[in-house]
T-cell receptor, first 114, second 115 residues
Framework: AQSVAQPEDQVNVAEGNPLTVKCTYS??????LFWYVQYPNRGLQFLLK??????LVKGSYGFEAEFNKSQTSFHLKKPSALVSDSALYFC????????????FGTGTRLTVIP | NAGVTQTPKFRVLKTGQSMTLLCAQD?????MYWYRQDPGMGLRLIHY???????AKGEVPDGYNVSRLKKQNFLLGLESAAPSQTSVYFC??????????????FGDGTRLSIL
């Protein structure tokens, strides 16, 4: 069965510092991995995805993620955090048995401190 | 461009009542999904549809029914609401794409409380 784990419920980072939000995955075969962001009282917004190819994936709002097959990780990163990046971040993996279905992690709340 | 629209945004029900949550998308997406979001549990798939007239069960389908009579609409029904169904419900849609590489687009959610 496919799954993702987000080991940190909460991440705090100072504005201007680099940020990392961690995600590890468990799949049989090649993973399709996604990051989404959720702002208060809103639905999830797509940030980026890894399907195949370059291990460093660039996405929206200056975010990027690094796919590491040996460590089964797909950590979200940004070189310089903004206060407006404060939100709930979800990692997801595609269900390999279903039509484009996703399994989501439990989410990591990122707080950027001014 | 509205994207994915959910109605209502908030609702309070009494145990045993029924209701239908409405989802509409204007992006001509083939696939549509209903999720529930509970604290500390992320999003869990309730039901999904790969096209007009088709539906399938997700991870947590019990107590819910769905219908997709038109391509742009996906309805989620609670026949007899229970307190355990208190949650935030999200609808999403996506293109079929190549082997599921298409991102999902989400509505802003329906906050449902069952007393």
């Amino acid at each position: 069965a496919q799954s993702v784990a987000q080991p940190e419920d909460q991440v705090n980072v100072a504005e201007g510092n680099p940020l990392t939000v961690k995600c590890t995955y468990s799949v049989s075969g090649n993973p399709y991995l996604f990051w989404y962001v959720q702002y208060p009282n809103r639905g999830l917004q797509f940030l980026l995805k890894y399907i195949t190819g370059d291990n460093l994936v660039k996405g929206s709002y200056g975010f990027e993620a690094e796919f590491n097959k040996s460590q089964t990780s797909f950590h979200l990163k940004k070189p310089s955090a903004l206060v407006s990046d404060s939100a709930l971040y979800f990692c997801a993996v595609r269900d390999q048995t279903g039509a484009n279905n996703l399994f989501f992690g439990t989410g990591t709340r990122l707080t950027v401190i001014p | 461009n509205a994207g994915v629209t959910q109605t209502p945004k908030f609702r309070v029900l009494k145990t045993g009542q029924s209701m239908t949550l409405l989802c509409a998308q204007d992006m001509n997406h083939e696939y549509m999904y209903w999720y529930r979001q509970d604290p500390g549990m992320g999003l869990r798939l309730i039901h999904y549809s790969v096209g007009e007239g088709t539906t399938a069960k997700g991870e947590v389908p019990d107590g819910y029914n769905v219908s997709r009579l038109k391509k742009q609409n996906f309805l989620l029904g609670l026949e007899s609401a229970a307190p355990s169904q208190t949650s935030v419900y999200f609808c999403a849609s996506s293109y079929m794409g190549w082997e599921g590489n298409q991102p999902q687009h989400f509505g802003d959610g329906t906050r449902l409380s069952i007393l």
